[in-house]
């Protein structure tokens, strides 16, 4: 498979890095790193793999090449599932297979619980995959595959914020809360709007 390429997705704290070896066109396959790990965990089994892949292995956020979340926030294993997410729609990737090491394969197993119409083949190294007792299966799914979807419709209309006249701001604010009086609105939006010169 020879050389590997380095790659960058764009995320609202930085990016997620990733490597990737074999043609873009190949069948695709993302590769899950273990706890403290990195992408390069993945350079010695590459080589001995099928050809005619495209295998990228990313960087969980705060690993390797990757941006650290913000500081204060903590690394849930959800929000590993989300970095795959991301990366996946930054490839467009609709289907592929997850290869997932240790931690990884838990992340990997996540995901392909939430996301199985995503996931041909799950290959879990080290790994037991992501266990939820029965009873708690359908809520959870539904729940959890509903916030990481929202999230990243939300991040996905990060455009500029709108500026608008202080009437129509407060218009707007009581639209959206029809418990508020004009005055408590106007009250709120001292502190909630930021004032900004219109060139």
């Not at 704290?13 to 873009?24: I, N």
């Not at 590769?31 to 403290?36: A, Q, S, V």
């Not at 390069?40 to 005619?52: A, E, Q, S, W």
């Not at 990481?148 to 990060?158: G, H, N, P, T, V």
């Amino acid at each position: 498979l020879g050389m590997c390429s380095e790659l960058k997705f764009p995320v609202p704290w930085g990016h997620v890095a990733a490597k990737a070896w074999g043609p873009s066109e190949g069948h695709p396959v993302l590769c899950l790193h273990g706890w403290l790990d990195n992408a390069n965990t993945f350079d010695k089994l590459i080589p001995l793999l099928p050809r005619g892949c495209y295998y990228v292995a990313m960087d969980f956020s705060g690993h390797g090449l990757s941006s650290h979340r913000p500081a204060g926030c903590a690394y849930h294993f959800l929000d590993y599932v989300t970095d795959v997410r991301r990366v996946a729609a930054a490839l467009q990737w609709r289907r592929f297979t997850l290869i997932g090491h240790s931690m990884g394969g838990a992340v990997a197993g996540m995901f392909c619980f939430l996301y199985p119409e995503m996931v041909d083949k799950l290959i879990l190294l080290e790994s037991l995959g992501f266990l939820l007792a029965p009873e708690d299966t359908e809520a959870w799914l539904k729940s959890k595959r509903r916030v990481i979807d929202r999230l990243l419709s939300l991040e996905a209309k990060q455009q500029t914020p709108k500026a608008r006249s202080p009437e129509a701001a407060l218009q707007r604010l009581l639209e959206a809360n029809s418990h508020l009086t004009a005055e408590g609105g106007a009250i709120l939006l001292q502190r909630g709007a930021t004032e900004t010169s219109v060139g």
